[in-house]
């Protein structure tokens, strides 16, 4: 998929192409797009360690998007979670996330394994209002057995997202983000 700014109407356009979609600008909307690819769903990456070939993201949004099994069945390259935010970079620091202001809103992922989020270095993460309907299309690879994870990351926000009763792990985990920058909104069945 190849992501286009729509200046128009300030939002990216994704079109298929041979790998994942990744988004480099500060600004965009990815949304009511089927995503079919293997690998990961959505890579958020940002370079700031080697090759420098993209920077942080300042405001994306991430709606109405189903994204299905086959979006984490390779473990190859940033395959982190369904959607991966994932940017290169030496060492995170909590005081200072690398990304901001992403929204993940009314997505419906069918995943197979255990991640369907992976955030590293952001401020301002909202996962509200999305939907998780566990496939059995594959088995579970992944190492992690996280469904979302937060690394560095500061005001992250969790809500009125929606689990099915057999979907794997149903849990959150931390890494060098105080359990304090993470709100979970009461009755989705998150285990911390």
């Known amino acids: 998929m190849v992501a286009r700014r729509d200046d128009s109407r300030q939002r990216l356009r994704v079109q298929p192409c041979s790998r994942s979609p990744r988004l480099y600008a500060r600004q965009g909307a990815h949304r009511e797009q089927p995503v079919p690819v293997e690998r990961v769903g959505i890579l958020i990456a940002g370079d700031a360690n080697y090759?420098?070939?993209?920077?942080a993201?300042?405001?994306v949004t991430i709606r109405g998007n189903v994204l299905g099994e086959a979006c984490l069945s390779s473990p190859?390259?940033?395959g982190e979670g369904?959607?991966?935010i994932d940017p290169e970079i030496p060492k995170p620091d909590p005081a200072f996330p690398f990304h901001r202001n992403i929204r993940i809103e009314n997505n419906e992922f069918h995943p197979?394994?255990?991640p369907v989020l992976y955030a590293k270095s952001v401020d301002g993460l909202t996962f509200s209002?999305?939907?998780l309907i566990r496939?059995?299309?594959f088995e579970p690879v992944h190492a992690r057995k996280t469904t979302l994870t937060f690394e560095a990351c500061r005001r992250v926000r969790v809500e009125r997202n929606q689990l099915g009763d057999d979907v794997l792990?149903?849990?959150i985990g931390l890494k060098d983000t105080p359990p304090g920058e993470v709100l979970v909104g009461p009755g989705q069945g998150w285990v911390r």
Do not use: K, L, P, T
């Open 169 to 171: 792990g149903r849990n």
């Open 82 to 84: 369904i959607i991966s």
């Open 135 to 137: 496939s059995r299309h």
């Open 51 to 55: 090759w420098y070939e993209s920077g």
């Open 112 to 114: 197979s394994d255990y």
């Open 129 to 131: 209002g999305n939907r």
């Open 76 to 78: 190859y390259q940033f």
């Open 57 to 59: 993201v300042g405001d």
